[in-house]
T-cell receptor
Framework: AQSVTQLGSHVSVSEGALVLLRCNYSSSVPPYLFWYVQYPNQGLQLLLKYTTGATLVKGINGFEAEFKKSETSFHLTKPSAHMSDAAEYFCAVTGGISNFGNEKLTFGTGTRLTIIP | GAVVSQHPSRVICKSGTSVKIECRSLDFQATTMFWYRQFPKQSLMLMATSNEGSKATYEQGVEKDKFLINHASLTLSTLTVTSAHPEDSSFYIC???????????FGEGSWLTVV
C-alpha cells in the first residue's frame, strides 16, 4: 500500500523567491512518484515524474524534484517563482514496477501555492 | 503529446436524472482508464478502474450501480451517474496510461452540478 503526505496545505512565496513544496511518501515497494499541477477549474497536468534512474528529475516550467529514498521524500522546487505558478500542486505515488499495469495513483491532499507580487 | 479529453466540461442536471461523462484518449490507445472524484478544496479520490472489454473495478465505498462505467473501446470510457442527487455534485476526472509507458495522463475534468 502507498500513501502520500504533503506538508502545508497553503504556501505563499514572493515572486522571484524559491518555491519548495514538500512531499513524503510511504510505499511497501519501490515507488513511482509524480507531481501534478491543477489550475482553477481545470484537470491535472503532469509536472514531472520519478520512475527509475536519476534521482533528480526536471519537469516543465522550471520545476524539479529529488527522490530521496532515505528520507522517503520527493520535494518539489523551483528557484524563482513566477506569478503563473499560482495553482494547486499534488504529489502522487504508485507502486512502481511491481504495480505496472495497475497504476492507481494515491494522491496527497494538495498544496495551494500563492505568489505574492 | 498525448491528450485525454473529457466531455462535457460542465453539466447541470436535475435530481433523479442520469448524466454521462465521456473520457477519450485522443492519440493513443488506453487499455486502462481511471475515474477520480474531487470535492472542492480536497484531493482526488479514485472511484474505479475501467478496463477495456471487461467490468470496471470499483474502490471500496463506491456504488457500482450508481456510477456505471463502460469501456467499450481502447479510446473511450464513460461514467454514468444514475439517479443523481445533489451530493453527487463534484469534479470528476479521468486518467489513462498510454500503452506500455509509465506516464499517466489526465483529462480536463468535468464539473457536475445536481440541482
Amino acid at each position: 500500500a502507498q500513501s502520500v503526505t504533503q506538508l502545508g496545505s497553503h504556501v505563499s512565496v514572493s515572486e522571484g523567491a524559491l518555491v519548495l513544496l514538500r512531499c513524503n511518501y510511504s510505499s511497501s515497494v519501490p515507488p513511482y512518484l509524480f507531481w501534478y499541477v491543477q489550475y482553477p477549474n481545470q484537470g491535472l497536468q503532469l509536472l514531472l515524474k520519478y520512475t527509475t534512474g536519476a534521482t533528480l528529475v526536471k519537469g516543465i516550467n522550471g520545476f524539479e524534484a529529488e527522490f530521496k529514498k532515505s528520507e522517503t521524500s520527493f520535494h518539489l522546487t523551483k528557484p524563482s517563482a513566477h506569478m503563473s505558478d499560482a495553482a494547486e500542486y499534488f504529489c502522487a505515488v504508485t507502486g512502481g514496477i511491481s504495480n505496472f499495469g495497475n497504476e492507481k495513483l494515491t494522491f496527497g491532499t494538495g498544496t495551494r501555492l500563492t505568489i505574492i507580487p | 503529446g498525448a491528450v485525454v479529453s473529457q466531455h462535457p466540461s460542465r453539466v447541470i442536471c436535475k435530481s433523479g436524472t442520469s448524466v454521462k461523462i465521456e473520457c477519450r484518449s485522443l492519440d493513443f490507445q488506453a487499455t486502462t482508464m481511471f475515474w477520480y472524484r474531487q470535492f472542492p478544496k480536497q484531493s482526488l479520490m479514485l472511484m474505479a478502474t475501467s478496463n477495456e472489454g471487461s467490468k470496471a473495478t470499483y474502490e471500496q465505498g463506491v456504488e457500482k450501480d450508481k456510477f456505471l462505467i463502460n469501456h467499450a473501446s481502447l479510446t473511450l470510457s464513460t461514467l454514468t451517474v444514475t439517479s443523481a442527487h445533489p451530493e453527487d455534485s463534484s469534479f470528476y476526472i479521468c486518467s489513462a496510461r498510454m500503452g506500455g509507458g509509465n506516464t499517466i495522463y489526465f483529462g480536463e475534468g468535468s464539473w457536475l452540478t445536481v440541482v
